[in-house]
């Protein structure tokens, strides 16, 4: 049998097996990415195309949350197909916009705003999953002139609503993590950074103050912490606004509180708390990256404020994130946390207490030897608050 022959039966297969199973399956998943794999292995590009098209119309039929098994597909003919995937997203997009401007109303039209934010939606994040999958030496030259610019025109072309929000800060952290890869990263100046930086910051900046129903500020930290990581780097100024606007986008945010619900709703719940937790990790992470002014006077300034103000169960997770990642990193940065451990003991310690043994344990543990004694010093007022005891530091 030609090659061309058995991947068409193969893909007829995968597709027939497809229907068995509910669109949000694991098995509808992994078949998805099947199908996307062994089209990446076909030498025949008009079939490969043909099929690409093919998902990509399918996802209009889509709820959002069904959208990821097609877009999966044209990211696995990526990896062998990268330029043919972008080519079918963009005549995709470009097919769409000539029918609205025509005039010709379809089924995908009706409420066509609504739908169309969807589908702007859909197509950013096909892009953005199509550079995580990208061969890394053809991906720094099309990143910004196609991937990104194309990701940016569909959030400027659509109504700017959360679902919209949250797909271009996902597609920013996948584009981010995907150039991360790259193996030249360090001679690699992605011009777009302070463009991509700007609109997260100003989305953390319009969300209303101590609501906590909108992911957008947790979701925005996450993306800015792999943006931050990538050239050319931001000013000292810069930096000092990117942290500000990220403490205080979560301390604005209500303490959590455990979840009464039930079903659906308590994985809701626990989802939000994940995902609050993983946002002040990624802010702690973040902090690192500013390692030449971890020390200066208005990062500590900062952390005064942020230590201040945060509700007790964002302190309590808070201490936890910095003291569970900052000290795996240079001295400067062991140096920093423990500065930032005394000004937590110094204003939330009694609040705090059931956490402050496992706290102070992990951090002399990880400090250098030669910066143990410094710490033992500086801890001495506080040993007389039960629990803490002098076990802490033997």
């Not at 509910?22 to 794999?37: I, Q, R």
């Not at 000539?98 to 950013?124: D, F, Q």
């Not at 999953?129 to 030496?137: D, K, M, N, T, Y």
């Amino acid at each position: 049998m030609e090659d061309h022959t058995w991947m068409v039966h193969l893909n007829a297969e995968l597709t027939q097996q497809m229907a068995k199973y509910p669109n949000l399956s694991k098995e509808k998943g992994f078949l998805y990415k099947a199908v996307g794999t062994a089209l990446a292995a076909s030498q025949n590009v008009s079939y490969v195309q043909e099929q690409m098209q093919s998902y990509l119309e399918g996802i209009r039929s889509l709820e959002p949350s069904e959208r990821e098994g097609p877009i999966s597909v044209l990211a696995c003919c990526a990896e062998s197909h990268l330029d043919l995937a972008l080519t079918v997203v963009r005549a995709f997009d470009a097919a769409a916009q000539k029918s609205r401007l025509s005039g010709v109303l379809t089924v995908w039209e009706e409420n066509e705003e609504a739908k169309r934010a969807k589908m702007c939606a859909a197509l950013m994040l096909a892009y953005s999953r199509i550079a995580l999958h990208a061969p890394r030496e053809l991906l720094c030259s099309r990143v910004e002139m196609v991937i990104v610019e194309n990701i940016l025109c569909q959030y400027r072309s659509s109504s700017q609503d959360v679902e919209l929000k949250l797909a271009l800060i996902q597609s920013v952290a996948e584009v981010s993590c995907a150039i991360q890869g790259v193996s030249n990263v360090k001679s690699f100046n992605f011009s777009s950074k302070r463009v991509l930086l700007a609109i997260l910051l100003d989305f953390m900046e319009q969300e209303p103050v101590g609501c906590p129903a909108s992911p957008v500020p947790c979701k925005a930290v996450l993306a800015l912490e792999h943006l931050s990581k990538i050239k050319p780097s931001l000013t000292r100024e810069e930096n000092c606004h990117l942290l500000r606007q990220c403490s205080q986008g979560l301390i604005a945010l209500p303490p959590l509180e455990p979840s009464r619900e039930e079903g659906e709703a308590a994985k809701d719940a626990q989802h939000g708390q994940s995902l609050y937790r993983q946002s002040l990790g990624a802010l702690s992470r973040l902090m690192t990256t500013l390692e030449e002014d971890l020390t200066s006077s208005w990062l500590q300034e900062t952390f005064h404020v942020a230590c201040h103000y945060l509700p007790l169960e964002q302190a309590r997770d808070f201490l936890k994130a910095v003291s569970g990642s900052m000290l795996s990193f240079s001295p400067t940065c062991a140096n920093a946390a423990r500065k930032w451990m005394m000004i937590f003991l110094e204003q939330r310690g009694r609040e705090l207490l059931p956490e402050v043994p496992e706290v102070l344990t992990v951090l002399y543990d990880r400090l250098p030897a030669c910066q143990q004694d410094a710490l033992r010093v500086s801890l001495m007022p506080y040993l007389c608050w039960p629990p803490i005891t002098q076990r802490q530091l033997n």
